[in-house]
């Protein structure tokens, strides 16, 4: 349908497709569709004067318009979405709720086999994986359940509109970067929301010491300052130990193909990228994974020793790319070998041998080989004492406001890793990070002489902050064995207990401290002989209970892991919050009321309250926190 040109800029916004659109879309999202079949239905005039011939400059393909508008619709607000892309929080949980009861009504009174069929058939129909796992009952007690909904559709939801964010070129250096303002401010109000319920719940031990969840979490790496503190301990260890082996340094950026990118740089400008593939930042991140599978089997199967860590961070457009540290024994062969599989995929397109693997060798007399990976952790993390915002380009990323809420830049690395699920920071070779933790939560009065293991106790040490020294790592590496973790001396004993959870009795993998190989001195009788034997050397770890508002304490819970020496000082927490809680948002779904209208309550990662409807039972528990004002 033909219309005059001067009318196009009223009669687009008025066609049935665009009516569907501002219904189904945020309003941002609205104004591209609506410029982008402006340009169809121009661009069809001037395709259809090319073609015949005929001066059309003055009309405008009104059908052209239409189809491009349905075409948006249909990549990023299809019909069979569960939930609309501006839906709020309130409105996910409700489709959670309707889902579940829905699974739960066809599935009544059925045989196991038959229930399994239903929860397949509405997985399916809302493009949901089932549950990973082995009896079918596991699987059909959690497609059952609300909460479990809940997780799987706002992991669809803000994956989906981030997606499209970035395919819409809404996410870059000029606009948005790292992540979508919405992703951000949902994460913010998420964040404030685990704040409240942490602070509004009191847990007790069998010691009668109480503490908030609020002030558990802050012992562990749950706390940003106790996680790059952690990360620097582990760095300067690596770095004594590479120094004592003549072990040389280089830290090392490898990115992703180009088609990995949405959009360009050319200049001080950023354009749509023609080669981008579509593709998510989590797609990105398993390539750059297969990338470094091949590095280090080609360097097994050479014999090239090396340690280091990595940090992945995103491009300002979402792409990830990694900045790494890494100590060898043949530094130039781990380069050649990480240069020939970093370009074996598009090695050849336009700037990949210059920026696709590039390599910066440690020179001492400039600092310490930390100085060089120093600034990527803290920018990850916190941002602290980094100054400036740098993406790898060099431009300076500023921070924005949203109400009263400074969006830092870390802010925004921090919900673009937890968006797309992303691990920001790994140590590669070494010793385990895990028996570190555990050690620290083993009591001196526990340990073995070091007669029987001279290991246990020589990184029980290491393990240890004292007054008049920091716990080290260098040392403790040693202690187990070897620099590059080639040997690993002590270990973590685990048992299989059966516990009751939401879905039933399962088996939980349950740590009970170290053990190692020693010498055990035997007495039979007259005779007195020593063996070498299995020496372990239990944690420390307490039975919590949820103490209710009348000072009642709920039943046991043993999932907080923490050694408390003394009353007023609590070791820190292995496992992070949002792990250890485990699950996300309130119980509350009504829409809060001083805010009816806003799109921006909702959240996509895990909140502590889910946790608590396990814990407890879901209405009593709501009924505490709406009291204390917590949710």
Request: hydrophobic share 40%; charged share 30%.
């Amino acid at each position: 349908m033909w219309i005059y040109a001067r009318d196009a800029e009223s009669s687009v916004p008025k066609l049935p497709e665009a009516n569907k659109a501002k219904k189904r879309l945020p309003v941002k999202w609205l104004r591209r569709a609506l410029e982008q079949a402006r340009d169809a239905g121009r661009d069809s005039a001037r395709t259809y004067r090319q073609r015949t011939g005929f001066n059309a400059a003055h009309m405008f393909d009104l059908a052209a318009a239409a189809n491009t508008l349905r075409d948006f619709l249909e990549v990023h607000a299809p019909d069979g979405m569960p939930v609309s892309p501006d839906a709020t929080d309130h409105e996910i949980c409700m489709k959670a709720r309707r889902i579940a009861s829905d699974v739960t009504m066809r599935a009544y009174g059925l045989e196991l086999a038959d229930a399994l069929v239903v929860a397949r058939a509405t997985c399916g129909a809302y493009g949901i994986d089932m549950p990973n796992f082995e009896h079918p009952a596991d699987q059909v007690a959690r497609v059952k359940c609300e909460l479990w909904w809940r997780r799987q559709l706002r992991k669809m939801h803000i994956r989906g509109l981030e997606h499209s964010n970035i395919r819409l070129h809404f996410v870059h250096l000029k606009a948005e970067p790292y992540a979508s303002d919405e992703a951000v401010r949902r994460r913010i109000a998420q964040n404030r929301r685990n704040a409240r319920t942490l602070e509004a719940v009191t847990m007790e031990n069998e010691d009668g010491q109480r503490f908030t969840l609020a002030e558990l979490a802050s012992k562990g790496i749950s706390n940003k300052a106790l996680k790059r503190g952690e990360l620097f301990t582990r760095l300067r260890g690596l770095e004594e130990l590479a120094d004592g082996a003549s072990y040389r340094g280089v830290m090392f950026t490898l990115t992703c193909p180009s088609r990995f990118h949405a959009v360009r740089q050319a200049g001080s400008w950023f354009k749509p990228n023609p080669n981008y593939a579509g593709v998510t930042p989590r797609d990105g991140q398993a390539h750059l994974r297969k990338v470094w599978q091949r590095i280090r089997a080609e360097l097994s199967r050479e014999g090239v020793t090396y340690f280091g860590m990595r940090v992945a961070e995103p491009h300002h457009d979402g792409s990830p790319h990694w900045h790494g540290l890494v100590f060898s024994n043949d530094i130039k062969r781990f380069c050649e070998i990480m240069r020939k599989h970093g370009l074996r995929d598009s090695g050849n397109e336009p700037g990949a041998r210059e920026h696709r693997v590039r390599f910066e060798l440690i020179d001492k007399a400039k600092g310490s080989a930390v100085g060089y990976i120093a600034k990527y952790i803290s920018k990850n993390i916190d941002g602290h004492a980094v100054g400036d915002h740098k993406t790898k380009e060099g431009y300076v990323v500023q921070s924005d406001m949203w109400d009263d809420d400074e969006i830092t830049p870390s802010a925004r690395v921090e919900t673009w890793a937890a968006l797309w699920g992303i691990r920001q920071f790994q140590q590669f070779g070494g010793a385990p990070v895990g028996v570190w933790r555990e050690l620290r939560r083993v009591k001196e009065d526990d340990l073995p002489a070091i007669e029987e293991s001279a290991c246990i106790v020589a990184a029980w040490m290491a393990a240890q902050k004292r007054d008049d020294k920091p716990a080290d790592w260098a040392a403790y590496s040693r202690a187990m064995g070897g620099i590059a973790g080639e040997a690993r001396m002590v270990y973590i004993r685990h048992t299989i207990e059966h516990r009751e959870g939401r879905y039933g009795i399962a088996p939980v993998r349950v740590p009970h401290g170290v053990e190692a190989i020693g010498i055990a001195s035997i007495v039979d009788g007259l005779c007195s002989y020593t063996r070498e034997t299995e020496i372990f050397v239990p944690s420390t770890r307490h039975v919590w209970r949820v103490v209710r508002r009348g000072g009642e304490a709920a039943r046991p819970w043993t999932g907080v892991n923490n050694c408390t020496q003394q009353p007023e000082y609590v070791e820190a927490v292995e496992t992070p919050v949002d792990v250890w809680l485990e699950y996300a948002e309130s119980f509350r779904v009504d829409p809060p009321a001083d805010s009816p209208g806003t799109r921006h309550n909702g959240a996509h990662a895990h909140d502590v309250s889910d946790w608590l409807a396990d814990y407890e039972q879901a209405a009593t528990l709501d009924t505490q926190l709406n009291q204390s004002g917590a949710v």
